[in-house]
């Protein structure tokens, strides 16, 4: 595909076929736009609408690498370098996982819910940073904080962080085993913790379970909760009287994730669904 200048409607029928072997021809298509966007700034009209202008030689050597990474099924969002979150450029690498839509649907509930908001945020297995950082920059005066445990996280987390001029504390933590006092009080506590239990990989995409980080995506089949009732645990010292603890969590578990939340401590539990009607989401109010 370097070899010659091609059009972009060419190149765009071209790597449409390549991805078609490891995609569906629908995702296929939507894959190769986001390369050409990528590398020749022309968005989907754009592409359509000027298909026969032809793509710089650079920039085609540049889309042909890209779409051999895409075959192999490698995350897009790895191979760009980057995703969007929240309308927010957000980094992601190998060692971090990918934002889902699911997390950016909590973030803007959580968003939707607090405007004006002030007080203190502790998002929890922050990851990338996105959810913090979304958080930050729709809360110019609220007082966030991220944690996480692994070095490959909290590096990209600190580059996002310091790219979207996002006003975020990062702290390195274990939640399984740090003492909850590394957490500070806090109005929301907020997290999206590993879920995925063993039995469910069966189900997932290569693209994923070759890829993406295992430790931020499984759980244990005889202990899938674990992360679940440390989170618990934080929040029934951390999270101030009134407060409210939002948690992603595994469709499938949902309502056993609930049971962790004592009535003597919340007020209110409720299991929220996505826009895809799974039960994916938990909203807990504490005892005021």
């Known amino acids: 595909?370097?070899?010659?200048?091609?059009?972009?409607?060419?190149?765009?029928?071209?790597i449409t076929e390549l991805l078609k072997a490891g995609w569906p021809a629908e995702e296929a298509a939507a894959l190769a736009s986001a390369i050409l966007q990528e590398y020749t700034g022309m968005g989907r009209a754009a592409q359509m609408a000027f298909g026969e202008r032809v793509a710089e030689a650079g920039a085609a050597a540049r889309i042909e690498n890209a779409v051999a990474r895409a075959a192999a099924g490698e995350p897009l969002q790895y191979i760009l370098g980057h995703t969007e979150f929240c309308g927010h450029r957000i980094e992601v690498a190998p060692g971090v996982l990918i934002?889902?839509?699911?997390?950016?649907?909590?973030?803007?509930?959580?968003?939707?819910?607090n405007s004006g908001f002030a007080g203190t945020v502790t998002d929890l297995c922050t990851g990338s940073g996105c959810i913090a950082i979304?958080?930050?920059?729709?809360?110019?005066?609220?007082?966030?904080?991220?944690?996480?445990?692994?070095h490959a996280a909290l590096n990209v987390a600190i580059r996002n962080i310091t790219r979207t001029g996002a006003a975020v504390t990062l702290v390195q933590a274990d939640i399984l085993n740090d003492d909850p006092g590394h957490v500070p009080a806090s109005n929301i506590i907020v997290s999206n913790p590993p879920y995925v239990t063993g039995q469910e990989k069966a189900a997932m995409h290569g693209n994923v379970l070759n890829h993406e980080p295992h430790e931020a995506l499984f759980v244990p089949d005889d202990n899938p909760l674990l992360y679940y009732r440390a989170i618990a645990a934080v929040a029934e010292t951390r999270l101030l009287p009134g407060g409210t603890l939002w948690l992603e969590v595994n469709e499938n578990l949902a309502g056993e994730t609930a049971a962790l939340l004592s009535p003597e401590t919340y007020r209110e539990v409720r299991v929220l669904k996505d826009i895809r009607e799974k039960e994916r989401f938990i909203k807990?109010?504490?005892?005021?």
């Open 1 to 14: 595909m370097a070899g010659k200048l091609q059009t972009i409607s060419e190149i765009s029928r071209r």
């Open 99 to 113: 934002p889902r839509p699911e997390t950016e649907e909590m973030t803007m509930m959580i968003i939707g819910e």
């Open 134 to 150: 979304a958080l930050s920059l729709a809360f110019p005066d609220a007082d966030i904080t991220a944690t996480d445990l692994y």
């Open 284 to 288: 807990a109010e504490k005892h005021g």
